[in-house]
């Protein structure tokens, strides 16, 4: 068994990467961090139009897996909300929101809401502040 990796670091228990057998390999992990990084350049744009492409045809694990949640959990959300924005109650297409400071998710909104949340930087003061204008209330 070798010691160490083509480029010639140590391959330790906690330093290498099995690439799945004897036609692969078995590589350091900052070999395959280098490998995959100039893989990733060349290789942009189709890895744009893969991934796009598995997105559309998964949505809600595209949604659940870029904020580390469950497909089941995304069904309980949508049951608990019956299927509605959690803010404006209307049926529309959901996306997943969470919390910035956390990574937690939080439920289920429309785009509309989800991005007036978002633009008040998830600030409940702000909120309050543009109910109140809203509201024609002046907030010294």
């Not at 350049?41 to 904020?67: D, F, G, I």
């Amino acid at each position: 068994m070798r010691t160490h990796c083509k480029k010639g670091h140590a391959l330790t228990e906690d330093n290498i990467y099995d690439r799945g057998g004897r036609a692969h390999g078995r590589e350091c992990r900052r070999c395959r961090n280098d490998r995959k990084l100039k893989y990733n350049k060349t290789h942009q744009s189709q890895q744009t139009v893969n991934m796009r492409h598995w997105r559309a045809s998964h949505p809600v694990q595209a949604l659940m897996t870029r904020y580390g949640a469950s497909a089941s959990q995304y069904q309980t959300f949508l049951e608990q909300q019956n299927g509605r924005c959690a803010i404006c109650k209307e049926k529309k297409k959901l996306e997943v929101d969470h919390d910035h400071a956390t990574g937690n998710v939080r439920g289920l909104l429309c785009h509309g809401c989800n991005a007036g949340i978002g633009r008040l930087r998830d600030s409940p003061v702000l909120l309050i502040n543009a109910l109140a204008y809203l509201q024609g209330i002046e907030i010294p």
